[in-house]
Nanobody, 123 residues
Framework: QVQLVESGGGLVQAGGSRRLSCAAS?????????MGWFRQAPGKEREFVAA????????NYADSVKGRFTISRDNAKNTVYLQLNSLKPEDTAVYYC???????????????WGQGTQVTVSS
């Protein structure tokens, strides 16, 4: 099994920054897994935010966060990060970490999910 535990959420003012972390563990987790982030705002469907291949050499971002959010990973720590900059009230959502053996699949329907961490951006 694979466990993903997010942290770093909280309340932040518009224009501010936040860094989310996701620690991966489990017998079947592999450092070669692609990792990603999704978010779900109240009353909306869950949407893709960002993803990274296991080397970090291939990264994808949703258009709505390009230039503001950055995904990175530390494979020695089995941890993936999401740096959120220039936050807007519309970024308010529960942010979920995800993992999958495939970098393509992790952007659409990843196999493993975390429980989520709430980010609230005040105007």
């Amino acid at each position: 099994q694979v466990q993903l535990v997010e942290s770093g959420g909280g309340l932040v003012q518009a224009g501010g920054s936040r860094r989310l972390s996701c620690a991966a563990s489990g017998r079947t987790f592999s450092k070669t897994y692609a990792m990603g982030w999704f978010r779900q705002a109240p009353g909306k469907e869950r949407e893709f935010v960002a993803a990274s291949s296991w080397t970090g050499g291939s990264q994808n971002y949703a258009d709505s966060v390009k230039g503001r959010f950055t995904i990175s990973r530390d494979n020695a720590k089995n941890t993936v990060y999401l740096q959120l900059n220039s936050l807007k009230p519309e970024d308010t959502a529960v942010y979920y970490c995800a993992a999958d053996p495939s970098v393509r699949v992790v952007t659409t329907h990843p196999t493993y999910w975390g429980q989520g961490t709430q980010v609230t951006v005040s105007s």
